[in-house]
């Protein structure tokens, strides 16, 4: 049953957008360096981690964009999806200009991206990237295909960022807020989220509206998500090693980023 939460139109994204204007390159980032260096190893470990699955996350999902843009129903929507695309390449840029400026060792955080490179090998990080390049590459062939569109929104809004994003923002946030450090950091990655929260509720309003036009798309959203839900989980369930230094409970992400997604689903209409 369909929670009836009423949702912003694309339109009235596009206009918060412009309210919500900030600058990778203006955050002051002068403390964030000598705050790197202070953090204990396991820490600084964690940021290591965290911070280049961000840069390799941020740089695949901004070169995996123009084919929506291209999808478009209208010009809202298109409006609204081009304020998309610039955000998600802002976001790289912020991440880009906190490794060069931020981290005392930039060949150290190089290694790291090369091992997140590795990780986004592994099954089921790679099935992710498959399923986006495949779905962006579809969209790209057959951008009026109701189908394509549905199913690249699944992946992108729904489970790239309103799940596991959100959750990864949740928990490093809240652990780098509690200590106290990067503040840089933190001002820059709250703006992403910020960003981030307009993206998942266009996700959420365009599938609720697919899905009340057309009631065989809550079929795509769920083979997907069918599909996706090991990775989901396995992605969700990091070393305990990582989760005691988050400060977390065992099991905390997957049900943060789970109980995401159900509301979402609620919200859009689809029954899982
Ligand atoms: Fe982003
Ligand atoms: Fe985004």
Redesign the pocket.
């Known amino acids: 049953m369909r929670t009836e939460t009423p949702l912003p139109s694309a339109q009235q994204l596009y206009v918060d957008w412009e309210g919500a204007h900030w600058s990778a390159h203006d955050i002051d980032l002068s403390r964030d360096r000598a705050d790197m260096a202070a953090l204990g190893d396991s820490e600084r470990l964690l940021l290591y981690f965290a911070l280049s699955s961000l840069m390799v996350a ?1 740089e695949r ?1 901004s070169t995996q964009f123009v084919g929506l843009v291209l999808a478009q129903d209208d010009e809202e929507d298109g409006s609204f999806l081009c304020t998309q695309l610039v ?2 390449v802002r ?1 790289m840029q912020f991440y880009a200009r906190f490794q060069s400026e931020a981290v005392a060792d930039p060949a150290t955080i190089g290694a790291h991206v090369a091992r997140s490179r590795a990780v986004l090998e592994a099954p089921f990080k790679l099935l992710f990237d498959e399923a986006l390049v495949q779905a962006h590459a579809r969209l790209c062939r057959e951008p009026s295909n109701r189908d394509a569109k549905v199913d690249f929104v699944t992946i992108y809004h729904l489970v790239l960022e309103g799940t596991l994003g959100v959750t990864t923002s949740h928990f490093l946030l809240g652990f780098l807020r509690s200590r106290g450090v990067l503040p840089g950091f933190v001002a820059g990655y709250s703006k ?1 989220a910020a ?2 929260g307009r ?1 998942i509720t266009y996700g959420t309003q365009f599938l609720r509206q697919a899905v009340a036009a057309d009631p065989g798309m809550a079929d795509v959203v769920r083979g997907r998500l069918q599909q996706l839900m090991p990775a989901i989980t396995e992605t969700l369930s990091p070393p305990d090693s990582v989760i005691a230094v988050l400060g977390a409970k065992p099991g905390a992400l997957v049900d943060h980023g789970l109980g995401a997604l159900r509301r979402r689903l609620e919200m859009i209409g689809v029954e899982v």
């Open positions: 941020e999902i955000d998600e976001h992403i960003d981030e993206h």
